[in-house]
């Protein structure tokens, strides 16, 4: 329900007269973050009355909540822009706060609540992202909040920082240090580019590299290294040698496009049988291939299966990176469309001299990268149209 909970030191606590609550006073609880500075400031100031003197307490955990009311929900509004319903819940410093029903259902969860005695058991103030939740000290989601709070005031400098050795991120992620290189991501925010005359010059930006050595059971894929401007996101050194696996991991780090200049494309022909399967097909969705303008420059493009072919940019290596420039093209000229349509039919079109291409770039360490992946994705689409027909 809730994952690695903010659980501050300070909070404060801004009011408002209402004769609905049990004291009198409904609160705007916010906190300060470990800088000090008060989170959502400029939403709190214009919430709270100022003729009421606010309050700070220690955010420690305290018993005493009494469940009042809800507020909010559809049903208790005219207009179709309802606010979203909550609960109040009284705290027993006088005063109450509302909180949403997800909270109320894990509260309810982890702990009883007795008629005229309220809820049993301690509770402390807590924030997923800018949502308040009051959390129970009893719960497993506490304990996981509370060893994920410590590590963010822990720290990590440059005279810890050994090669091969391990660290624990302040995400909980454990990490091995690779080094600092130029890394390449393709198709990352890590790239840095220049621009002149109207082209992009894509650069890998140098970047500390840290190895992932949590295995995925997440269910989906992570990226396998993770990338630092600096040492601020690392918690705590927990190996005092190198790794056993260091070396092998070094040397397949090494070996990869990630950290190696770009020689040269290596391009396919891709047929048009292909082609036409996918512009035929019934399923909805695009794949991306390239045209080839030169032997040294190719052009984006993305087949989809309303039979369309738009061209973003063109590619091309120089000095060992990518440059690119915008296409802004019409469909007439020599290498902008490769296909179109013809008298609307979706099963009719005409080619021009221009075909489709599969393309790879080759790195002068021997690796190689597949820019399109036409393969595993046309195996993908096929897959899913067999399974379609066996349905019909």
């Known amino acids: 329900m809730y994952e690695k909970l903010n659980i501050p030191k300070k909070i404060r606590a801004g009011f408002q007269e209402r004769t609905s609550t049990y004291s009198g006073k409904l609160a705007y609880v916010t906190y300060y973050d470990s800088k000090g500075k008060m989170r959502k400031e400029n939403s709190w100031n214009s919430w709270v009355d100022k003729n009421i003197d606010p309050q700070d307490y220690d955010n420690e955990p305290i018993s005493g909540f009494v469940l009042n009311k809800d507020v909010g929900g559809s049903q208790r509004s005219w207009s179709w822009n309802a606010r979203r319903e909550k609960v109040r819940i009284y705290d027993p410093r006088n005063f109450e706060v509302e909180i949403t029903v997800e909270n109320l259902l894990f509260i309810l ?6 008629k005229g005695k309220g809820i049993e058991g301690e509770l ?9 939740v009051l959390l129970p000290v009893s719960s497993e989601m506490y304990s996981k909040s509370s060893e994920y709070n410590k590590l963010q005031v822990e720290k990590v400098t440059k005279k810890d920082m050994v090669l091969g050795c391990s660290y624990l991120t302040k995400d909980q992620v454990n990490v091995m240090y690779m080094g600092r290189h130029d890394f390449l991501k393709i198709n990352s925010e890590f790239l840095e580019y220049e621009c002149h005359n109207d082209e992009s010059y ?9 190895l992932r050595l949590d295995e995925d059971n997440e269910g989906y894929k992570r990226d396998k ?5 600096g040492f601020t996101k690392l918690a705590k050194k927990t190996s005092d040698n190198p790794l056993e696996i260091f070396a092998d991991k070094y040397e397949e780090l090494m070996s990869s496009y990630h950290v190696s200049k770009i020689s040269k494309f290596v391009s396919t022909r891709i047929p048009i049988s292909e082609i036409e399967f996918v512009l035929n097909s019934q399923m909805w969705g695009s ?7 030169s032997e040294e420059e190719y052009s984006s493009a993305k087949i989809t299966t309303s039979g ?3 061209l973003y940019e063109d590619v091309k290596i120089k000095n060992g990176y990518f440059v690119s420039k915008r296409t802004n093209r019409n469909r007439n000229s020599n290498h902008t469309y490769s296909f179109r349509k013809i008298n609307g039919s979706r099963e009719n079109y005409e080619f021009y001299k221009d075909s489709f291409f599969d393309v790879s770039v080759e790195f002068e360490n021997g690796a190689k990268y597949n820019l399109t992946d036409w393969e595993r994705k046309l195996k993908y689409f096929k897959e899913i149209q067999e399974k379609k027909n066996e349905q019909k």
Not at 225 to 229: A, M, N, P
Not at 287 to 293: A, G, K, N, Q
């Open 308 to 310: 369309c072919c738009l």
């Open 202 to 210: 894509y650069k890998p930006k140098k970047r500390h590299v840290f």
């Open 225 to 229: 290294y993770i990338l630092q401007t």
């Open 124 to 132: 402390i103030y807590s924030w997923s992202g800018t949502q308040l």
């Open 109 to 114: 969860q982890e702990c009883s609540s007795i």
């Open 287 to 293: 794949l991306f291939v390239y045209t080839r303008i």
